[in-house]
């Protein structure tokens, strides 16, 4: 792909008349969109917190006031995702209801409670001189975020980022474009009832790829770009865009249940982990189950699985002991199922169990559980995943639960963020320094 100035235009090349169009696809309308973008965010950044906030609530109301509208647009992206062939695990993350979208409502309002990060000091000095030198929190500017058949996201970045004091420019696939429409026009009207920048939330659904791609490489317009999706979809964003990009990652997610787990806390923690919401990222993928405890363990946890509807995929240790299993494959191991299918392995203990992890996790999240201090501890130092656990379900590993309010996505990168990235991951700093006709010396 070129990263040519044709491609994105500088903003003396486009018509800057405060509005961002509606029109049809084509690389002038799209640059007048990122202008905008790049406008608003200089307004919101001077934004106080009571006006962020008041803008919050207005979302929230308009959200709990629209959910017939919302559902009828979700119900379009739906059946078009039935007729196009969208899998079952994607249509989950698709599916909207009233339960949902007033959840989303209500995380907006925890986003409220939140405190305001923009001009929090991070650390600060006063040289021998005298001059004051402080390095303070700030907005990124232009937040981009590419994803696919979520509509939640919506919500959930452009409420982080109106409170983080950044404007956003949404690419939310064409699975989800009608119900990103509709979400999309009712933040905007609520940006604007409070005197805020309509144009700091903006969706480019409607350029299809191509927008995706200018997004990739409005470098100048654009200050971050965040992926969430498939690992194909994440790898595209990394690979092609000049644009700098926060990674967040697929979820090939672990269990090792050790030769002391707790029989009970295996099948509770294994099953919630597994079947309340397989779709997700958080959902669990492979258990690993030490040989010493696979006869007692194995029958009681699968069983449960099973009972739920999950397909086991099983090693042969495994299927001896629980032949109501298929045999796995080498590609199971790797497999992000994001439906109810699971792969087990028996090992021969927590040192194969973490090189298993090791070689296969995406580093996302993984769990042990068990009763052994020494096991615990050594799981949670020597686990490089973004989020390691010890007797919970990997379900925990959310922005929501964390106390975030939301969440931007989950970065299983080591820069910048890792893990749940909630307010403070869409913040920069800089330094502010303030002298009195101070020179150096």
Not at 24 to 29: E, I, L, R
Not at 282 to 303: M, Q, S
């Amino acid at each position: 792909m070129s990263n040519t100035s044709a491609v994105v235009p500088s903003a003396a090349d486009v018509v800057q008349d405060g509005s961002s169009p509606a029109g049809a696809a084509g690389s002038v309308p799209l640059a007048e969109r990122f202008v905008a973008a790049k406008r608003a965010s200089r307004l919101l950044a001077q934004a106080n917190a009571g006006t962020k906030n008041r803008a919050l609530v207005a979302i929230s109301e308009a959200l709990h006031a629209n959910i017939d509208d919302i559902l009828a647009a979700n119900a379009i992206d739906l059946a078009n995702g039935r007729e196009n062939g969208l899998s079952d695990g994607l249509q989950d993350r698709l599916r909207l209801d009233a339960k949902r979208v007033a959840s989303l409502a209500d995380a907006v309002l925890d986003v409220v409670a939140i405190v305001d990060p923009v001009g929090q000091v991070v650390r600060g000095s006063v040289t021998p001189d005298g001059v004051k030198i402080e390095q303070v929190r700030v907005p990124f500017g232009v937040v981009g975020a590419i994803y696919e058949a979520r509509p939640n996201v919506t919500v959930d970045i452009a409420s982080l980022a109106l409170k983080s004091g950044n404007a956003v420019l949404l690419r939310g696939g064409t699975a989800a474009e009608q119900s990103n429409a509709v979400l999309v026009r009712l933040i905007r009207g609520a940006l604007e009832s409070v005197g805020l920048p309509a144009d700091a939330v903006q969706t480019i659904d409607e350029f299809g790829r191509e927008g995706a791609r200018e997004l990739m490489n409005a470098r100048g317009f654009v200050d971050v770009l965040i992926p969430r999706g498939s690992a194909s979809l994440i790898n595209t964003v990394i690979r092609d865009s000049s644009v700098p990009v926060i990674e967040t990652g697929a979820g090939v997610v672990h269990a090792f249940l050790d030769e002391t787990a707790n029989e009970s806390w295996a099948v509770d923690i294994v099953r919630n982990a597994k079947v309340q919401r397989p779709s997700v990222c958080n959902a669990l993928e492979t258990v690993l189950v030490h040989r010493d405890a696979a006869a007692r363990l194995l029958p009681p946890v699968l069983g449960a699985l099973r009972a739920a509807g999950v397909v086991i995929h099983a090693d042969a240790e495994a299927k001896a002991i629980f032949p109501d299993a298929v045999d796995a494959v080498d590609e199971d191991w790797a497999t992000e199922y994001m439906s109810l299918d699971i792969s087990v392995r028996v090992v021969a203990g927590i040192d194969e169990a973490i090189e298993h992890i090791e070689r296969y996790s995406t580093k996302h999240t993984e769990t042990i559980i068990t009763n052994d201090v020494v096991n615990a501890d050594r799981f949670l130092g020597e686990v490089d995943s973004a989020v390691v656990m010890v007797n919970a379900s990997t379900r925990f590993t959310d922005g929501g639960e964390f106390g975030f309010g939301a969440e931007v996505g989950i970065s299983t990168q080591k820069l910048h963020a890792r893990g749940p990235m909630g307010l403070p991951e869409l913040t920069s700093t800089k330094w502010l320094v303030r002298g009195s006709g101070h020179v150096r010396r």
